[in-house]
């Protein structure tokens, strides 16, 4: 079960934590090590796959949904295209790589939600495109998924925080 592969890994951290919101948490999760661990980001992925359309263009944002990103259109044969956190000051001077069309359907991807904050500020650089669904490995629960889909966009996770807890994660496991 990739819930218990990501609890092995460590991936639930429990302490004392200041999260990019500036929130306090007991908890962290920390999928960024996944890239190191091609086979449980395949099996993420083949979990995420359920939430995606064939055909319908990726974007990971920047820089911890990117490798699921590429992972879906490497496995599945979904276009992807590439946002970067800032315009490049040289070369082609892009924000957005790949080939794409204005107002085209998209998938964004993203390992957690918090606030959403983060999420909405990479969706004003998607603004060219029809966002159909943001999906989520984690969802902390914490208000980012009811500010995003009061704005308009379907929101859907794999997990939760409360799926990392050791009092439902050991109920989980039991049954």
Do not use: W
């Amino acid at each position: 079960m990739v819930l218990d592969i990501l609890i092995e890994l460590g991936c639930c951290k429990e302490g004392d934590f200041t999260l990019k919101s500036g929130k306090k948490s007991n908890y962290y999760i920390d999928l960024r090590p996944l890239v190191s661990h091609p086979g449980i980001l395949k099996n993420i992925c083949q979990l995420m796959k359920t939430h995606i359309e064939e055909g319908v263009k990726i974007c990971g944002l920047p820089y911890a949904g990117i490798p699921y990103a590429f992972t879906l259109s490497v496995l599945y044969d979904n276009p992807c295209v590439l946002l970067r956190k800032e315009k490049k000051q040289h070369g082609t001077a892009k924000l957005l790589e790949g080939d794409f069309q204005k107002g085209e359907e998209l998938i964004v991807v993203d390992d957690i939600l918090t606030t959403g904050e983060s999420v909405i500020q990479s969706l004003k650089k998607l603004s060219c495109f029809k966002i159909k669904k943001i999906v989520i490995v984690v969802d902390r629960e914490e208000g980012g998924r009811e500010r995003l889909e009061k704005m308009g966009y379907q929101v859907e996770s794999l997990f939760t925080l409360k799926d990392f807890q050791p009092e439902n994660y050991y109920l989980k496991k039991i049954n």
